[in-house]
C-alpha cells in the first residue's frame, strides 16, 4: 500500500542522547514536511523539503536536524534531546509544495 | 502575527448537522485546508478552498469569505464516526501552512 512510513511509532529517550526519527515515502512526491503536534496547539513545521536535495526550516527548527538525499527519505534528527522536545512528530508529503498533504501514522517520542 | 481561531471542543447529536468555524489572520492566502484526526492517529484531507463559496463533498461541506477571513466546515447526518478534531490551516503568502489548534468533535449518540 503506497503511503509514508515512520519508524520507530514511539521511543522513550533520555535527556542528551541523540535520535533519528525515520520518514520514507513511496508515492514520489516532491515536498516532504516535519511536524511536531502538542497537546493545545497547532502543527508546527520544524523543516521542510521542496525537492530532494534541499531543504528549509520551518517554524520550530531549534535543536533539529534534517537531510534529503533522495526523494523516498527524509529523516528528522535530535542531535541532543532535551524534555520540551516530549511530542508526537508527524511526517508528511504532498505532490507538489501547495498540494494536500498526506502524514505519517506519527512518531511519539518521550525525553526524560 | 499569523493567527487561526477555532473553537476547542464541540458537541453534537448523531444525524444532526454541525458547523465548525475558523477565522484566520495571515499574511497573504493561498488557499485553506480542512483535515480530519481521529484521536491517535495521523490528519487526514478533507477540502481545499481558495476562491469563495461553498464546496460539497458527500456529507461535508466547505465555505470561505475571503474579505471576512472566514471558514467553516459543515458535517450533515452525524455518524459515531465522525468523532475526531477537526483542523483549519491556511496557506500564506509564502505557501506556509498555517495551522489551527483543531477542534474536537464530540457525538452523543
Known amino acids: 500500500i503506497a503511503g509514508i512510513t515512520q519508524a520507530p511509532t514511539s521511543q522513550i529517550l533520555a535527556a542528551g542522547r541523540r535520535m533519528t526519527l525515520r520518514c520514507t515515502q513511496d508515492?514520489?512526491?516532491?515536498?516532504m514536511y516535519w511536524y511536531r503536534q502538542d497537546l493545545g496547539l497547532g502543527l508546527r513545521l520544524i523543516h521542510y523539503?521542496?525537492?530532494?536535495?534541499?531543504?528549509g526550516k520551518g517554524e520550530v527548527p531549534d535543536g533539529y536536524s534534517v537531510s534529503r538525499a533522495n526523494t523516498d527519505d527524509f529523516p528528522l534528527t535530535l542531535a541532543s534531546a532535551v524534555p520540551s522536545q516530549t511530542s508526537v512528530y508527524f511526517c508528511?508529503?504532498?505532490?507538489?509544495?501547495?498540494?494536500?498533504?498526506?502524514f505519517g501514522e506519527g512518531s511519539r517520542l518521550t525525553v526524560l | 502575527g499569523q493567527n487561526i481561531d477555532q473553537p476547542t471542543e464541540m458537541t453534537a447529536t448523531e444525524g444532526a448537522i454541525v458547523q465548525i468555524n475558523c477565522t484566520y489572520q495571515?499574511?497573504?492566502?493561498?488557499?485553506l485546508f480542512w483535515y480530519q484526526q481521529h484521536a491517535g492517529e495521523a490528519p487526514t484531507f478533507l477540502s481545499y478552498?481558495?476562491l469563495d463559496g461553498l464546496e460539497e463533498k458527500g456529507r461535508f461541506s466547505s465555505f470561505l469569505s475571503r474579505s471576512k477571513g472566514y471558514s467553516y466546515l459543515l458535517l450533515k447526518e452525524l455518524q459515531m464516526k465522525d468523532s475526531a478534531s477537526y483542523l483549519c490551516?491556511?496557506?500564506?503568502?509564502?505557501?506556509?501552512?498555517?495551522w489551527g489548534a483543531g477542534t474536537k468533535l464530540i457525538i452523543k449518540p
Open positions: 508528511a508529503s504532498s505532490e507538489r509544495s501547495t498540494g494536500e498533504l498526506f
Open positions: 508515492m514520489r512526491h516532491n515536498a
Open positions: 523539503s521542496n525537492t530532494a536535495g534541499t531543504t
Open positions: 495571515t499574511s497573504g492566502f493561498n488557499g
Open positions: 478552498n481558495v
Open positions: 490551516a491556511v496557506m500564506d503568502s509564502n505557501y506556509q501552512l498555517i
